[in-house]
């Protein structure tokens, strides 16, 4: 048996762990699912602290009132007043139509305006729902920050690993290797001189 050629050369070793979780973060798939899950546990808070209020209804409202025919002239009233101003008994004018169409302006045809209705909470204010979103948000945060502690022990537990293997690659490199190659070719030469049999120079090998 014959070593042929070297084993390769380990890879660089210069990973910052800090760096490494960055990246851990960025990839794993379950990172963004937990943010994305807390972000809707917020917004679903949120949207209970507006649900105080069970109905609320806006809206414009319009009316037509009822045409009522222009009131009555006081005829008595009217004659003395231009039997005064002519000196002697006078018939009271006729009202001409622009002053009939400028009293009849002065009346109100229609209402229009915003309406807004609501049910006020005065027994159930939502406290349910609003406590069960706040829970649920805890609940996410709490489960985020578990996965973002898992992933800096796995990333730290592959970084050891990843040293340990290097550094035992290296010793198989620069010491095993070297001295079972020593104890072959020792062997090797025992054999050929007749002082150890073929076993002995098998197991070497």
């Known amino acids: 048996w014959t070593l042929i050629g070297a084993l390769p050369q380990p890879r660089s070793l210069e990973l910052d762990l800090e760096r490494s979780i960055v990246r851990a973060n960025a990839e794993r798939l379950d990172v963004p699912s937990g943010e994305l899950a807390v972000r809707a546990a917020e917004d679903e808070f949120v949207r209970q602290c507006r649900s105080v209020f069970p109905s609320i209804v806006l809206g414009v409202t319009g009316e037509r009132t009822e045409r009522a025919a222009l009131p009555d ?19 009271p004018s006729i009202q001409s139509r622009s002053e009939r169409d400028r009293a009849r302006s002065h009346f109100i045809d229609a209402l229009l305006g915003a309406t807004i209705t609501m049910t006020l909470p005065i027994w159930d204010q939502n406290q349910a729902g609003i406590a069960s979103a706040r ?45 079972d190659t020593a104890n072959a070719e020792g062997a090797k030469a025992l054999y050929e001189t007749g002082e150890q049999n073929i076993l002995v120079l098998v197991e070497a090998q």
């Open 73 to 91: 002239r006081n005829i008595l009233a009217d004659t003395a007043r231009a039997s005064v101003a002519a000196g002697q008994l006078t018939a």
């Open 135 to 179: 829970f649920a948000v805890v609940q996410k945060r709490k489960a985020l920050e578990d996965l973002l502690e898992e992933v800096t022990q796995d990333v730290g537990q592959a970084l050891r690993r990843m040293r340990t293997s290097a550094t035992l690659a290296g010793l198989y490199e620069d010491e095993v290797l070297p001295n």
